[in-house]
């Protein structure tokens, strides 16, 4: 068993666009005061699993839970910009309500999953939002044979390794949670990713808000 890196995939703590339902896509939004504490809940959660190295999203809000769990360890954060949140273009800073609105069409093909749209033409597809934070999940789990490593990252890139785990499509509808600050546990060999357990929150004293909801798909 050597050769199986152990992975801990969290999603980031709550931000108040969370609370709002509003994209965050690659905007640079902070934790609130509940993702502060979320993430504290989560770090000690977590402290006694032998890490041997944290990656995060360098987004602060994934890099801010990911501080929780370093000053918890005593290991460096490695900032990893291949582990942001979906680009979601002229979607970002808007809810899903203002997004249905304002562009009807493109709200359709979003929700319709379709794999090469792009929200306003310069998001990124879904089709190479996957490529892009599995690809970087299997390079940083590979280079960790045996070890435990955290990927502190977002709700869109979960969903991403939820599916890459469980080889599922692209396109098929989701029915597993998301929620803030949940401790997500795979399994990683040259074969690629195993699910064990999945959006575990029992660290947590109350429920989460999760943006990305199954109508939409990837929000965080």
Not at 53 to 67: G, K, M
Not at 155 to 170: E, I, K, P, T
Request: aromatic residues 8%.
């Amino acid at each position: 068993m050597n050769h199986v890196t152990r992975v801990l995939a969290i999603r980031h703590g709550e931000t108040a666009w969370n609370v709002d339902t509003r994209i965050q896509g690659q905007l640079d939004i902070p934790l609130n005061d509940t993702g502060r504490w979320q993430a504290e809940r989560l770090a000690a959660a977590v402290a006694d699993d032998d890490l041997h190295a944290i990656y995060a999203s360098d987004l602060q809000r994934a890099h801010q839970t990911a501080q929780a769990i370093s000053r918890a360890t005593g290991l460096p954060i490695t900032a990893e910009p291949g582990l942001r949140e979906r680009g979601f273009g002229s979607f970002e800073g808007h809810t899903y309500q203002e997004i249905e609105s304002r562009w009807p069409e493109e709200s359709l093909r979003w929700r319709k999953r379709e794999l090469d749209f792009s929200p306003g033409g310069v998001g990124e597809s879904l089709r190479v939002f996957y490529e892009r934070c599995v690809r970087t999940a299997e390079r940083l789990a590979a280079a960790h044979p045996g070890q435990t490593i955290a990927i502190v990252a977002h709700g869109g890139v979960m969903d991403c390794l939820y599916r890459a785990a469980s080889r599922l499509d692209l396109q098929a509808a989701r029915s597993w949670q998301l929620g803030n600050a949940s401790i997500n546990r795979l399994l990683y060999t040259p074969e690629g990713f195993t699910l064990v357990g999945w959006s575990d929150t029992s660290h947590l004293e109350q429920g989460s808000l999760d943006e990305s909801n199954d109508r939409v798909g990837h929000a965080a």
